[in-house]
């Protein structure tokens, strides 16, 4: 932020003193020889020394579980007084090094380029978070202003980093909130969300907070994120939901360079989206989370070898993150969007992603594919899996790499097989996959490179990580009598016997009629 736009406060009482130490006007000499031993930079070198000696005896992983949590605890009130000095050193010495004092700069005056330069020779830490500091420390130090001192744009959130009870963190969580409505707010009313912020964060009560849930709790940053974000609602309406387009928040997604084999994603959701996104990747994650006990049906059909205790829960016990999980269900979702038939079309034709693979490395099963548009190869797994559910198509090149032969696509499902199997199995097959069959795809279970037919009978739904992982995960399929099979790997701690895939829920009558002995009608 920059340091003019926010609230002004009261001055201090004209001709106040300026402590030497800091915003002093002192003169600066280079060859000055002989530290001052008694001077703050001593003191805090002693008290280094103190710390270490309390801190080298302490041998972690040996501490109890009470003294391990009272040892954290201690050492992040520590780092917290640290933190706090860092800004302000941090801030002090850029005010001295500005560019715009020319010759008195002390950036200058010490051979460096600037405020950021200087800072990052001193400490070695990264520009970056020499900006971070920078930019905290003109909103929560001291200002000097014709020979008096000024008080902080932020008073409550200078005294709390000072007093060692507000963490960095939060402390430019709550500045940059309340520096984004201050414009349009008035001073007083953000001072109040200011003391009340910094109360939630450090676990003091004020007037703002007595009486509130959680009064005298201190919140972890990241909660004092969301309050900060309230307080910016309810002290700038306007602001939260704009009356005029330009200023109202706009999602935006992109993709990054490529790095070690992935496309970064970069951008942001606006709150809706957000809503969006979380409810269907919460439908998705926590989709057989709640533990059940069996119904007598099905503890009669684990008893006829019928059904395996826990597969529901050896299908969902992957070694994916949630995060790519959640990757897996976008894949569904744009998968889904494509196929969709009011999609719209490029060319005629709808949204198809091309893979080119040599025939002599598909043939030898080693090598790489190349998708249209895209840089990074794919791994032949990839590309087995794509043939597989989406079909091939032969293309002749000559000397010249002209296209001499175009031939027809071929192991591809029909929309029509595609709906036919979809009524049969109603998602994924594997026993416990919450993926709904309008996200996955089709897989042939005699492979086609071993002359499986592109028929209904060869056919199942797999969701893309099932498919993905179908050649390694120990997962087999079988079709009996048009109706696929399954048996579960041995690493799920059930047993190999095979059974019905899952199937569409109309497959199953919801009501069987009682028998009246009669099998003709009356008359």
């Not at 008080?151 to 709550?174: H, N, R």
Request: charged fraction near 20%; aromatic fraction near 6%.
């Amino acid at each position: 932020m920059a340091a003019a736009s926010a609230p002004q406060s009261p001055a201090a009482p004209a001709g106040a003193a300026i402590p030497p130490a800091f915003g002093g006007p002192q003169s600066f000499d280079p060859e000055a020889s002989g530290p001052d031993t008694s001077g703050p930079a001593q003191l805090i070198a002693r008290a280094r020394d103190l710390i270490a000696a309390a801190l080298d005896p302490i041998v972690f992983g040996v501490l109890s579980d009470t003294d391990a949590v009272a040892v954290l605890g201690a050492v992040e009130d520590l780092g917290r007084r640290v933190d706090a000095a860092r800004v302000g050193a941090a801030a002090e010495v850029g005010a001295r090094a500005r560019n715009g004092l020319g010759h008195d700069s002390l950036a200058w005056k010490l051979g460096c380029q600037g405020q950021v330069d200087l800072i990052t020779r001193v400490t070695r830490v990264s520009g970056r978070e020499a900006t971070r500091r920078l930019r905290l420390g003109g909103n929560v130090a001291e200002r000097v202003s014709v020979g008096t001192i000024l008080p902080p744009y932020f008073p409550a959130v200078a005294a709390g980093l000072a007093a060692g009870a507000l963490g960095v963190d939060a402390a430019e969580t709550i500045v940059a909130a309340l520096d984004q409505v201050s414009p349009r707010v008035a001073p007083d009313d953000l001072s109040a969300a200011e003391r009340a912020l910094v109360a939630s964060a450090s676990g003091a009560i004020t007037d703002e907070t007595r009486g509130l849930p959680g009064a005298g709790f201190a919140f972890p940053a990241d909660l004092v994120r969301g309050l900060a974000a309230q307080w910016q609602a309810r002290l700038d309406p306007d602001g939260a939901a704009p009356s005029e387009s330009l200023l109202e928040p706009r999602s935006t997604v992109g993709f990054g360079r490529l790095t070690r084999g992935v496309y970064p994603l970069r951008g942001a959701v606006t709150a809706d989206l957000r809503g969006i996104l979380n409810g269907v990747f919460d439908t998705y994650l926590s989709a057989r989370a709640t533990p059940a006990f069996p119904t007598e049906d099905e503890q009669a059909l684990i008893q006829a070898g019928e059904l395996i205790p826990g597969a529901d829960h050896a299908a969902c016990t992957d070694d994916r993150t949630g995060g790519e999980k959640r990757a897996d269900i976008l894949r569904g979702v744009f998968t889904a969007a494509a196929r969709h038939p009011d999609t719209p079309k490029m060319g005629g034709a709808a949204p198809t992603v091309m893979v080119h693979i040599n025939a002599t490395d598909l043939l030898a099963e080693t090598g790489v594919g190349w998708i249209d548009g895209v840089e990074a190869p794919v791994s032949l797994r990839t590309v087995k899996q794509l043939i597989c559910t989406g079909g091939y198509q032969k293309i002749l090149f000559g000397e010249n790499g002209d296209v001499l032969y175009l031939g027809t696509k071929e192991r591809f499902f029909s929309t029509a097989q595609r709906r036919a199997i979809t009524a049969r199995d109603g998602g994924c097959i594997i026993p416990g996959c919450p993926i709904a069959a309008r996200w996955c795809e089709v897989h042939h279970v005699i492979p086609w490179q071993k002359h499986g037919t592109t028929d209904i009978d060869n056919g199942v739904l797999l969701c893309w990580y099932h498919h993905h992982s179908i050649d390694t995960s120990g997962w087999r399929i079988r079709m009996i009598r048009g109706k696929p099979q399954v048996a579960a790997p041995t690493w799920a701690g059930t047993t190999t016997t095979w059974i019905p895939g899952a199937t569409h829920r109309a497959q199953h009558p919801t009501h069987t009629p009682v028998s009246t002995g009669s099998t003709t009608g009356p008359g």
